[in-house]
Nanobody, 121 residues
Framework: QVQLVESGGGLVQAGGSLRLSCAASGSIFSINAMGWYRQAPGKQRELVAA???????NYADSVKGRATISRDNAKNTVYLQMNSLKPEDTAVYYCNADLIRYYSVRSENYWGQGTQVTVSS
């Protein structure tokens, strides 16, 4: 089985920073894209940032210039550094990965359990 476990969420003041981590574990042959999504109360889940296995990145307009996504392929881990946090960044942040398990020929999509980020004004 495959697990994605997030860490690093919490309460931070506006203008502050935090770093989220997500480690994928289990019977993983390779990981393609990894990303971070977020969902605020009453809103749809939205993409925050994504990164391919080759390191190409994509960011939501709302976080461009404030967020940096990176990954350590050797550790099957993806990170999200968020700076200049705003109250509107408050949400549950979810890790996502497209990966191929051992003995599988197809890519599958997995989600982490989510980590709460709360930005106080």
């Amino acid at each position: 089985q495959v697990q994605l476990v997030e860490s690093g969420g919490g309460l931070v003041q506006a203008g502050g920073s935090l770093r989220l981590s997500c480690a994928a574990s289990g019977s993983i042959f390779s990981i393609n894209a990894m990303g971070w999504y977020r969902q605020a109360p009453g809103k749809q889940r939205e993409l925050v940032a994504a990164i391919t296995s080759g390191g190409s990145t994509n960011y939501a307009d709302s976080v461009k210039g404030r967020a940096t996504i990176s990954r350590d392929n050797a550790k099957n881990t993806v990170y999200l550094q968020m700076n200049s946090l705003k109250p509107e960044d408050t949400a549950v942040y979810y890790c996502n990965a497209d990966l191929i398990r051992y003995y599988s020929v197809r890519s599958e999509n997995y989600w982490g359990q989510g980590t709460q980020v709360t930005v106080s004004s």
